[in-house]
């Protein structure tokens, strides 16, 4: 088991921890599979609902609170039935909007991993407005049930009365919906070709900028985020922040980054290198590699 989760496994019930533990190896994310829930709910003779909401200490583990010190963790649920698990992280003397939110962790963790719909997120602390927007901007965003500990869960549109979103700018395809942006540009580095292909992936109506991160660590693995960008602007989620949460929640260091690259549009109306410059200069001493590519 991990050492991050040695204290929070204390805090589940017994029956939970004991048939959670096999999981807790060290590839362990946050992401059980269909069958794998089905197995703990079995175990540990409670309803779904109540065996997520017993899990959250589990997500709060995978936190990285630098300067706020509050472990806020989620869970977001598939309609495949997997289940993903994500945390906040914030960047040590840095600037604030460099955080990344436990709903958007597990949410962008349900979407890196080819979910195309979340229908339930489970949280340990209430949402905040910046939160509710960032759901808001998802397939069916407005009907995603919300689950908070000692609470009856509720839709998104309860938190989020007169919502504004994706449909109010025209956008007909809402983040997590199926898309593939073609790109023309000729590679044979792993990484470029892994970079590109998640900027394909990426969500940015409103920009048009198609972008994506790469991170390598020293033993050659890789770590994306693509940019999701949102119908209020300000809550978007940067490729950069995606991809050092998906690094954080797969238990590796800032120090294990050895390469990064960016890849975004020459149509964009926007160029996100300067961002994505500011946040790896926060957290490694690694040049950034920054290609601008057009669409095919």
Not at 43 to 64: C, F, N, Q, R, V
Not at 118 to 127: A, E, L, T
């Amino acid at each position: 088991m991990q050492n991050r989760f040695i204290d929070s496994i204390t805090q589940l019930p017994k029956p939970v921890a004991t048939a959670l533990i096999p999981l807790l190896n060290e590839d362990f994310c946050g992401h059980i599979d269909a069958s794998q829930l089905a197995t703990l709910v079995k175990a540990s003779d409670m309803t779904e609902e109540a065996l997520l909401l017993s899990l959250l200490p589990i997500a709060a583990a995978l936190a990285k609170p630098s300067i706020s010190e509050f472990y806020v963790g989620a869970i977001a649920k598939g309609e495949s039935g997997d289940i993903y698990m994500g945390a906040n992280f914030e960047l040590a003397s840095e600037a604030l909007f460099h955080t990344v939110h436990a709903e958007q962790s597990a949410i962008s963790h349900a979407w890196l991993n080819g979910e195309q719909k979340i229908v339930d997120i489970v949280v340990n602390f209430s949402p905040c407005g910046h939160c509710r927007q960032f759901i808001n901007e998802l397939v069916s965003g407005i009907d995603i049930k919300i689950h908070l500990p000692g609470q009856q869960p509720q839709l998104l549109a309860h938190y989020l009365p007169y919502a504004f979103g994706p449909k109010d700018l025209q956008v007909t395809k809402p983040l997590l919906s199926k898309s593939n942006i073609e790109f023309s540009l000729n590679s044979d580095d792993p990484m470029i070709i892994e970079a590109v292909d998640q900027a394909g992936l990426s969500y940015a109506p409103y920009t048009k900028n198609f972008a994506a991160v790469v991170i390598e660590t020293k033993d050659g693995r890789t770590y994306c985020g693509r940019y999701a960008e949102n119908a209020a602007f300000n809550p978007s989620m940067m490729p950069m922040q995606m991809a050092l949460s998906n690094l954080i929640r797969h238990d590796r260091d800032y120090s294990d980054i050895n390469r990064v690259v960016l890849i975004e549009s020459s149509a964009g109306k926007v160029s996100l290198v300067n961002a994505t410059m500011d946040t790896l200069q926060a957290v490694a001493a690694v040049e950034l590699e920054h290609i601008v590519v057009d669409p095919s």
